[in-house]
């Protein structure tokens, strides 16, 4: 049997690893087993003393240790945003059970997307020349600041030699980044690639501006476990998150020769631009409805085909009922049969991030055909009337899975998953 959306003209692409580290898990086991118990990662800052500002909660990586994943001296020169990400990518290859080496590496790319990239560096260099002058900024500002050295610095970790690119298009990064590398794969000019999204965000700069534009919840500092709220009525905001999901993308045919377990096949990718609002959706949600068609039509998916959506979900008054109207728009009468989930009620709001644990947490459901649900969802807002999984997490065949992604800017992405059929 064959994928019946599978164009004889491009490659099939499948994921045969998958990395993580993220607020509720720092392996891709405590990961997912985060997601099905409903564990939830927000709680009070710790990586900076948050009393002055309005909102003193984040969702934060914790018991992180670079120094696992690489040489201490390496790790220092790393802001944490490329730490996050050498790590779970070091993870996703071991999983994959994929070998770079002299034969392979020019075929095996690196394809990771950031929403800010080193901002904490940018904020401490800032300090260190505000106050002790110029001469003594670090000769590594400059390369643990840019975004692309997420990349960079995963493609030297891995002697990966093939494209590398970083994109950064705030919070549909990480998305767009599996998206392109599965396009590269499905293409020909990669055999496999290491992909998603990194974020390391929580910063003292970072939560102000937030703040101020009115993205971040403000009024729950002292019931973080309750703070980020998808779909319900007494939302007031996203939760900042951070940390890093990665997925190995292989071309079908050489995971199969190698013997690789695959967790799903990519088969699907959809992107648009509202063209409308810096931080703001079109209303109802039209162009987000479309990234979820093209997606599907790439895929040759029909809308009764789709078995769970892993919502973009941020538990803003915006967001929330434009997706669900979007996916109203997208799916037809089918949007009502449908399970959705907001993993951000977990995790946070990852930012450039969220795309690559989004990522994993989709392959993950179509293996263990198990769904993730949406915690705090106690009073579901009147224009937010899908099954959104409430509370606790829902054994069902999976098959397809939509993920989607949207960030400031208008960029819209979704990324269709399907259950691995040879």
């Known amino acids: 049997m064959t994928n019946p959306g599978h164009n004889p003209g491009h490659k099939r692409v499948v994921i045969t690893g998958l990395g993580s580290i993220t607020p509720i898990g720092n392996t891709l086991e405590e990961y997912w087993e985060g997601l099905m118990s409903g564990r939830n990662g927000i709680g009070k800052i710790t990586l900076f003393d948050a009393s002055a500002h309005d909102c003193h909660i984040a969702a934060e990586v914790k018991g992180f240790s670079a120094a696992e994943y690489m040489p201490p001296k390496e790790a220092k020169r790393m802001d944490r945003f490329v730490q996050f990400a050498v790590a779970a990518s070091k993870q996703a290859v071991a999983d994959a059970k994929l070998e770079i080496n002299e034969l392979n590496a020019e075929h095996v790319g690196v394809l990771i997307g950031t929403g800010i990239g080193g901002l904490k560096v940018l904020e401490d260099q800032h300090d260190v020349y505000r106050t002790k002058g110029p001469d003594r900024c670090s000769p590594f500002m400059i390369p643990m600041m840019i975004a692309n050295m997420a990349a960079g610095v995963t493609a030297i970790q891995l002697g990966a030699k093939g494209p590398n690119s970083c994109v950064v298009t705030a919070c549909a990064a990480g998305s767009n980044a599996i998206g392109d590398a599965f396009r590269l794969v499905r293409g020909g000019y990669a055999q496999a690639m290491v992909c998603g999204g990194t974020e390391a965000a929580v910063t003292p700069l970072s939560v102000a501006g937030f703040v101020a534009c009115r993205a971040a919840a403000v009024n729950r500092n002292d019931d973080p476990s309750h703070a980020s709220r998808p779909f ?27 013997g690789a377990r695959i967790y799903a096949e990519v088969v699907g990718y959809g992107a648009t631009c509202d063209a409308y609002h810096m931080t703001g959706q079109t209303p109802g949600g039209a162009d987000a409805a479309r990234a979820m068609t093209l997606a599907m039509k790439d895929g040759g998916i029909n809308p009764e085909e789709v078995s769970y959506i892993n919502a973009h979900g941020t538990s803003t008054p915006i967001n929330d009922p434009n997706e669900t109207s979007a996916i109203k728009t997208a799916l037809g009468a089918h949007a009502y049969k449908v399970s959705v989930s907001s993993t951000k009620s977990m995790t946070g709001h990852l930012l450039g991030g969220a795309g690559g644990i989004e990522g994993v947490a989709s392959a993950m459901a179509i293996y263990h055909d198990r769904v993730p649900p949406t915690i705090n969802l106690d009073n579901p807002d009147e224009g937010c009337d899908l099954d959104y999984i409430p509370h606790k997490s829902r054994e069902q065949l999976v098959n397809v899975v939509l993920s989607n992604s949207f960030g400031f800017g208008g960029h819209n992405v979704t990324l269709a998953f399907r259950k691995f059929v040879p």
């Open 232 to 258: 319900d009525k007494d939302r007031s905001g996203f939760v900042l998150g951070e940390g890093s999901g990665i997925l190995v993308l292989e071309e079908m045919d050489h995971a199969l020769a190698r």
